[in-house]
């Protein structure tokens, strides 16, 4: 098989290049043919030429003449010497100018084919290795284009962007991360990442997303101080196309204007919340003077207008005291009174306070405890988060149904579920609902009066305690709250 390899046979006996041209053309090469050296030289120069045959013996420039010149400006062409005399000497002679091989005259067939094809697979392989080398160069300089265009946009970036190894070392930073973490620029990479960042929750989730198999497909999101500034911290684990963690990817942005922002806020609703409160709470207490007939008797009509309106300010003044406790969760201040306390009692009495309702309701309310032992806790923000958990479960179970309140001790840990048989919550509402002020829009529980605070209070305390809730649920099936604190021993007298 001749693949297209072109051959130049140059002679000056034209019945050897008409023998070659007709052979080799048979077998698929094609062939190009020359008189003379001079003429041979000339198609070198003009043609792709992928392997040359060539008479010694010629009139003109002499066939050891042509050897030499294609040996020196076409090293990669293999000259096969066409020679009269096959002897071992001429073979030595013509190997030691340069030559690929020879053969000699008159040609049997079969030994010049095999010749032939031999010098055209070298030729082959050595045009591949040559393309090889030449793609190689191509991508290593691909490669070094694309390094140094990505390390231009990591160091222009304004965010932070910090990546470690399997070993928790830094191996990539940029300048503005130097900054964020007020850190002098002298760091060589790498370097343990406990030495540049001093955030102990930071280095923890790393070291979770390099070790947690759960935590692959993850972002974890936490704000961490550094110095007078508190940024937001956004990590991922560093995977390989095959999914094997390799490090990690953290970037960081300064959030201080908006903490600021965020406390200006909150400031003013709490004083607005205060404001409201207090002259809410005396209109609510003559309301009530006069309700009891205190202040003269009252007719039907009366008692009716005074007690809607004492459900409308008791509804306000729920609201502010949300509000109120909202702004002392994100204050930080709302865990002060933490006391050795029943949490089976506080159950207990949440359930006694709420049955009449949930009668009401047509809900059945279900309780039990096991192996619950006392806990430090808040007993009041205890007794908010089963309110507000409770009343969701009767609020948002339209058609009747049963709400079950169980505490049990973990080891470690005591779990807290409230699960229910109402409406459902549909999975993408899920992340949403810890929000402030979020409700879900759903025709069943339209009616239901709410701010949307309940819940954000209740992972507030929860969290205060440094406990967890998550929240599992089905649409149409019903939805189970669960929280995790930690079992913290009532101190020692
Ligand atoms: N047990 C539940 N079943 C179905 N949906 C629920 C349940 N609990 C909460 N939700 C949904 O989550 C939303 C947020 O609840 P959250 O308690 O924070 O606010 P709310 O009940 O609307 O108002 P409030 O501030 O008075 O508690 C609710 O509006 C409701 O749509
Ligand atoms: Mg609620």
Redesign the pocket.
Known sequence: MGDEETILVIDDEKVVRDGCRRVLTGKGYSVLVAESGQEGMDLLASEPIDMVLLDLKMPGLSGEEVLKEVNTRYPEIPVIIITGHGTIDTAVECMKQGAYDFITKPFQIDQFLLTINRAAKSTRLAKKARQFEQENIRNLYDLNLEKSRLKTIINCMANGVMVTNRNLEVVLHNPALMRLLEIPERHKDPVPVAELVHSEPLVATLKKLQTDDSSRDEFISQEIEAGKNTLRAISAPALTPDDDVIGTVTVLENITPFKRLDEMKSDFVNMVAHELRSPLVSIRQQNNVMLEGLAGSLNEKQTGFLEREAAKIDQLLELIN?LLDIAKIEAGKHVQHQVPTDLCQVIESVVNLMEARAEQEGVTLRWACEDVKPVQVDPKGMEEIFN?LVT??I??SPDGGEVKITARGRGEYVEIKVA?T????DPEELPK?FDKF???K?KK?RAVM???????IVKGIVEAHNGTIDVESTPEEG?TFRILLPFIPPEAE
């Open positions: 949300d507000n969701n479960a609020n948002y229910d109402g409406v459902g919550i609902i979020y409700r879900v759903h529980t709410g701010t949307g605070l309940g819940l954000a939805t």
